[in-house]
């Protein structure tokens, strides 16, 4: 059973323009939304994180928007750069207990130049 | 130095050998998870240790058994390595409820042939 869906698999952006990636969640236990990002031979790296008591939280030009009733959130890239091709993962955690996190199966972004 | 490290970083094994990947951390926490991520399907938990004595299976543990050596040691075996679990395995370690982020390790590629 998936408890993170996350789209697209993968998605190709101009320089400069707005990479958005999506996830939804089932598992309303959840309070812990992190990004993680993660660059070819590297294991992933922690982006940017949410709690639900937020609907957004911006640092520099990355952006997470999240929506407690549609239990969605999303990543935004503003001015999306080539360094910035890697694989995104979403991720969700409960609160207490395990702290385990569940996994989107992830998002290929590609930035040509 | 990383704070979490891997070995071996690469490994081809045959089907049937027992293959152990190993995993230590310098940061001083408790909790520490092994992953596998496979193309299009994400990060899986397979073990998760809150301490040397606590160790719990997770989502994808069949084939597999782990050993909690020390705070800062977490192994991973395979028993009887077979094909399908080819995969890279990440090492990851975390220090909730302070800070919920998993820090990963860079990663042990596995073929098994």
């Known amino acids: 059973q998936q408890q993170v869906k996350q789209s697209p698999q993968s998605l190709i952006v101009q320089k400069g323009g707005i990479s958005i990636i999506n996830c939804a969640y089932e598992n309303t236990a959840f309070d812990y939304f992190p990004w993680y990002q993660q660059f070819p031979g590297k294991g992933p790296a922690l982006l940017i994180a949410i709690r639900p008591d937020v609907s957004e939280k911006k640092e520099g030009r990355f952006t997470i928007s999240f929506n407690k009733s549609a239990k969605q959130f999303s990543l935004h890239i503003m001015d999306s750069q080539p360094g910035d091709s890697a694989t995104y993962f979403c991720?969700?955690?409960?609160?207490?207990?395990?702290?385990?996190?569940?996994f989107g199966k992830g998002t290929k972004l590609t930035v040509n130049p | 130095d990383a704070d979490v490290t891997q070995t071996p970083r690469n490994r081809i094994t045959k089907t049937g050998k027992r293959i152990m990947l190993e995993c230590s951390q310098t940061k001083g926490h408790d909790r520490m998870y092994w992953y596998r991520q496979d193309p299009g399907l994400g990060l899986r938990l397979i073990y998760y240790s809150f301490d040397v004595k606590d160790i719990n299976k997770g989502e994808i543990s069949d084939g597999y058994s782990v050993s909690r050596q020390a705070q800062a040691k977490f192994s991973l075996s395979l028993e009887s390595a077979i094909p399908n679990q080819t995969a890279l395995y990440f090492c990851a370690t975390s220090n909730p409820p302070t800070d919920r982020e998993q820090y990963f390790g860079p990663g042990t590629r596995l073929t098994v042939t």
């Open positions: 991720a969700a955690s409960p609160q207490g207990g395990s702290e385990k996190l569940v």
